[in-house]
């Protein structure tokens, strides 16, 4: 097996330490057999299970449980895999339905996670300051609230149970997990902890060029994500004349409060009409964020589709809801206040605070 880039930086600092303390004496053949050993053993990025997440959560392997589900035989499972098991069944029962496409069962579980949990509060995307076993599907199945080793590890769970092969997937700075998917022999990037409290569709079923538009993993030991049809933003883009027609279409979407809304050109994109339309979307886009929309904004990207056409990907996103209480909201808006009076608070976004200092 190659390996990782973390590995090829840490032998390059190994040997100049090395090449040092051999100079000094300091360390003998079998010292520096230890080093690059340590490192080895502790390189998380030649797998997928047994991994620790900011050196805190491990991604624990799910089969014991979907295995069970399968056969039916629970004698090997603790009281505690038992209960995750009887959890993970009432969601199936009341999520997927007979007949289902293996896709359609998919963006049931992606859409149940998605809506129903809630990402557990902390400073960093996977530590969390409330809510127990966050990182694990007993946890997040019986406490609705996850961190995104929770969200990974819980949505392969569903997908295993399922029949449908699926990974875990974590960052080379193993600070963040997500999740791939096979479809129809092609695999296919979901990070449901992403689109929980955030824009909905926008990390479901990506390939690897759209995935890495904000993910870095480890392409080595992870299988490529090649497939587009599976992806309903490609696969549903409405054709819209040329990148002139974009202004009309976005305001079109927006009236109807789509959250999400896709677009593909009836006169394909040239090299010489990109830079003009990511002039027309970033004008677009930014306009939207400083003309203050109650906490609304718009993200996008550009994908393409089978044949290889451009497609504009737009999403509705929003600051949703504070977990506070209307008397901690109060005191917390009034501190605030005190010192920053140009600062208007909307009633379910928090602080507008770019609109108001623009008028301030």
């Known amino acids: 097996m190659k390996t990782g880039k973390g590995f090829k930086v840490f032998c390059a600092f190994a040997a100049l330490l090395i090449i040092a303390s051999t100079a000094l004496g300091v360390l003998n053949y079998k010292g520096q057999k230890q080093i690059l050993a340590k490192f080895d053993e502790t390189d998380d990025n030649d797998r997928e299970d047994d991994v620790k997440i900011a050196q805190i959560y491990e991604i624990k392997s799910t089969l014991p449980i979907s295995d069970a589900y ?63 076993d966050s990182d694990n599907p007993y946890g997040v199945l019986k406490y609705h609230s996850a961190v995104c080793v929770g969200y990974a590890t819980t949505f392969r769970l ?44 926008r990390s479901f079923n990506m390939n690897d060029d759209m995935c890495a538009q904000n993910h870095d993993w480890n392409r080595e030991i992870f299988p490529a994500a090649t497939g587009v049809k599976h992806n309903p933003l490609i696969s549903k883009a409405e054709v819209i004349d040329n990148i002139y027609s974009i202004p009309e279409w976005f305001s079109k979407n927006i009236e109807d409060e789509s959250e999400h809304f896709s677009c593909s050109f009836g006169k394909e994109i040239s090299e010489e009409d990109e830079a003009s339309a990511k002039y027309i979307v970033d004008s677009i886009v930014n306009g939207l964020s400083w003309n203050g929309n109650s906490g609304v904004y718009y993200d996008y990207f550009w994908a393409k589709n089978e044949d290889g ?27 605030i206040s005190e010192y920053f009076p140009y600062i208007e608070f909307d009633e379910n976004y928090g602080a507008d605070y770019y609109y108001s200092y623009a008028k301030g």
């Open 70 to 132: 399968k056969s039916g035989d629970t004698s090997a499972l603790d009281d505690r895999q038992k209960e995750t098991l009887d959890l993970a069944k009432d969601v199936i029962a009341n999520e997927i339905k007979d007949k289902m496409t293996d896709d359609e069962k998919e963006l049931a579980i992606y859409n149940f996670l998605t809506t129903k949990m809630k990402n557990d509060t902390g400073l960093l995307t996977v530590i969390p300051t409330s809510g127990e």
């Open 158 to 201: 569903f997908m295993q149970m399922l029949d449908l092969d699926c990974k875990v997937v974590h960052s080379t700075d193993l600070g963040h997990s997500w999740n791939l998917i096979k479809l129809d022999g092609e695999w296919y990037h979901v990070d449901c902890y992403m689109d929980a409290e955030g824009s909905k569709l």
């Open 309 to 335: 056409k451009y497609v504009l990907c737009v999403f509705m996103n929003d600051d949703g809801e504070t977990n506070l209480d209307d008397e901690q909201l109060e005191a917390a808006q009034n501190a």
